[in-house]
């Protein structure tokens, strides 16, 4: 009989035998029949308390699956270990919204389009041959005013020209006009055919040596570690310095942290970019409904870049590979998803002292953990860094190629002759389940306020923290103020540091703007949890995804708004926290034809957390690369004040 300590650990990354081990389940039961498909495939990971004592070991994984020929779905969980269906249910599609969009139906929707005398007419007004446009399907959203929607698996399609094999027809977007697709009947429902614009002309071809130049004369970078790299990773565990953590990788999320720890001691026991929402700003009646949840919608992190040593990553590499489920059940490999390195990243602490001579120089590094991936016409990447002195970061990427409208006009930048880039958003939930020095923790608002001039404040200069406890769901849904320095305090509400304070770690948001859509709106329904920069709740292993869990044409009200209607008490408790942060983008014309990386994220710092600097052991440069040549002043003890 296997024993515990050989089985594999609650939170392994995903193997092929079990995926391959998950299709025979499904198949035995009858599940898997021939026109069924895999829509959503992930670990099922069981519930914190089960890890954390060192049980859950029944690896189970969940899939949802999808009749391509009459549209029924099922969530599914299956037990690798028992190779059983431990849950089934037939899921609501009004009520609960569809599965994600795959690969299976991308397919097809050209044939689907070139066979609907609609779209060929649109085409034909415009002077364009068929056979020249490439369809974008993309999800439709959910609006009450197209009442034959609900129920039904139903795609948006615009058209791009292009006009030979290598051009990148994102230049040349047929405006004015797109289809609705209903993709179980595989038939175009209905054209919208508003207005006919001229094609713009532009070239969007980026890797075409004419357009891009000639090249810089720079010379190469080359980061070596002599020795080897720091860290170590076995089984998915990974060890560096202080820091002890697990890795994971799933098709909705992508990267996900476990069980993060410093010295021995818990900080977040699951950390994950759960949802993201890119909603549009232009209201025409061919693109009011532009709202993508890369995510919900298309399991974006199916699509991860096989990363390349040079390109990608740059130093001593560890890559990890990534094991996801196709639209057949099969185990598809992404070979190098994950990328691992560590990077110089500055001073970490410094002091020349005019009075005692001493002259203490730390480099600070970090480790990286990364993946990239592509979703239609953006690539994200996503990088976790942890830092020496204690210190957690996320910094999202975001390149790749602006959406392009033929239409610049009030809602849309034009970046090239008569090409318009319609403004819009990136807005990501980041699902932080603490566990800051165990499970018992509150957050704390915690943001600088002026003190009025007056008897105690004679000369009007001080100013004071001001800190409020969130006790309740209700009052714990809040906004950034950047105006304040408004963080966010993850503190412990049974423990101490040698100075009496709750250890903790601070949240710093970047406090940009969340969703600008109108309270009123369909988008402001289906993606409230973008509508604040922070969500504090109750754990619950199943409340996984802040837009519920199927996002695609869901009627709104899921995930964050629905679970916090319970009011749950968050002082004390085992809380998971939500923040949302990203980008407002007005594209620029530096956008085009490929946009330079721009960057949002957050910081996670030890605040209390420890007694002194964590990063005092941190061990000074060796071999000759730190030194002083030419100190005009002389030793520090000769310096005189006003030379400091």
Sequence with gaps: ??????????????????????????????????????????PEEPAKDEVLAGGGTDRRFRVVLLDIATGTSWDVVVSTESRSVVSQRQIDPVREGQPPIIDTEFEFIED??????EWIAALERRGIDPTTVRAVPLSAGAFTDYPEIPGRRVVRAFGFRQDHEKDHPWAHPIDGMVAYVDLTGRRVDRVVDEAVHEVPATSGNFDDPQLQGAPLDLKPIEITQPEGRSFTVEDGRVRWGNWDLRIGFNEREGLTLHQISFDGRPICYRASVAEMVVPYADPSPVRFWQNYFDCGEYMFARYADSLQLGCDCLGDILYTDAVIADDLGNPRTIQNAICMHEEDYGVLWKHSDMFTGARETRRQRRLVISFFTPIGNYDYGFYWYLYLDG??????????????????????????????????????????????????????????????????????????????????????????????????????????????????????????????????????????????????????????????????????????????????????????????????????????????????????????????????????????????????????????????
């Design 1 to 42: 009989m296997t024993t515990l300590e050989n089985r594999t650990h609650a939170l392994a990354m995903t193997s092929e035998a079990e995926v391959g081990t998950v299709r025979e389940v499904l198949l035995d039961s009858g599940l898997l029949g021939e026109n069924v498909r895999y829509t959503f495939f992930a």
């Design 391 to 644: 210190t957690i970061e996320l910094e999202c990427k975001a390149t790749g190629i602006v959406f392009t409208s033929g239409t610049p006009g009030e809602y849309a930048t034009e970046i090239a002759p008569g090409l318009g880039a319609p403004f819009h958003q990136h807005l990501f939930s980041a699902r932080l389940d603490m566990t800051v020095d165990g499970t018992a923790n509150a957050v704390e608002e915690v943001e600088a306020a002026r003190v009025p001039m007056g008897e105690d404040n004679p000369y009007g200069n001080a100013f004071r923290r001001k800190v409020t406890r969130l006790t309740r769901e209700s009052d714990a849904q809040r906004d950034a103020n950047a105006a304040t320095g408004r963080v966010w305090h993850i503190v412990n509400t049974e423990k101490t540091n040698a100075l009496g304070q709750p250890v903790g770690y601070a949240l710093h948001p970047l406090g940009q703007p969340t969703l600008l859509a109108d309270e009123a709106s369909s988008i402001h329904s289906r993606a409230t949890f973008a509508t604040k920069a922070l969500w504090v709740t109750g754990y619950d292993k199943d409340e996984r995804y802040p837009a519920g869990d199927f996002v695609n044409q869901n009627p709104g009200g899921a995930g964050l708004p629905a679970w916090v209607q319970a009011d749950r008490p968050v002082d004390g408790e085992d809380i998971v926290v939500w923040h949302t942060f990203g980008l407002t983008h007005f594209p620029r014309p530096e956008d085009w034809p490929i946009m330079p990386v721009d960057y949002t994220g957050f910081v996670l710092k030890p605040s209390g957390f420890f007694d002194r600097n964590p990063a005092l052991n941190v061990p000074a440069s060796s071999g000759g690369h730190c030194h002083t040549e030419g100190d005009v002043h002389g030793p520090g003890k000769d310096r005189r004040p006003e030379d400091v």
């Design 112 to 117: 689907v389009l070139n066979s609907s005398p």
